[in-house]
């Protein structure tokens, strides 16, 4: 029914209004974009119940902590990165000297 009101609003406003049928567009798009970002809001949230209630599989629980920690990352000060980089670069130093010996 809303979609039936906005077609109707739409055909009203493209033909009244000389920008009409960019206005009508710009409005289509920002209700395709709202939607597509509640989706993936509503997506996120149904993982989180599946993951707490373990109904997901190893390869979606893997796939769940990795998206989490990534996150995380995301979300860290330069502080914290470089003591994470610093540990990166010191195992990889020790993985070094272990495939030469």
Do not use: C, W
């Amino acid at each position: 029914m809303f979609v039936l009101v906005l077609m109707v609003a739409g055909a009203i406003v493209s033909l009244l209004v000389p920008y009409g049928t960019v206005i009508v567009i710009g409005i289509i798009l920002g209700l395709v974009v709202d939607n597509y970002r509640n989706t993936l809001y509503l997506r996120e949230d149904i993982r989180t119940i599946k993951n707490h209630l373990g109904l997901m599989n190893n390869k979606e629980s893997k796939e769940y902590e990795f998206d989490k920690e990534f996150k995380q990352v995301d979300q860290l000060n330069s502080d914290e990165m470089s003591v994470i980089n610093k540990r990166i670069e010191a195992e990889l130093e020790k993985e070094n000297r272990n495939k030469k010996n």
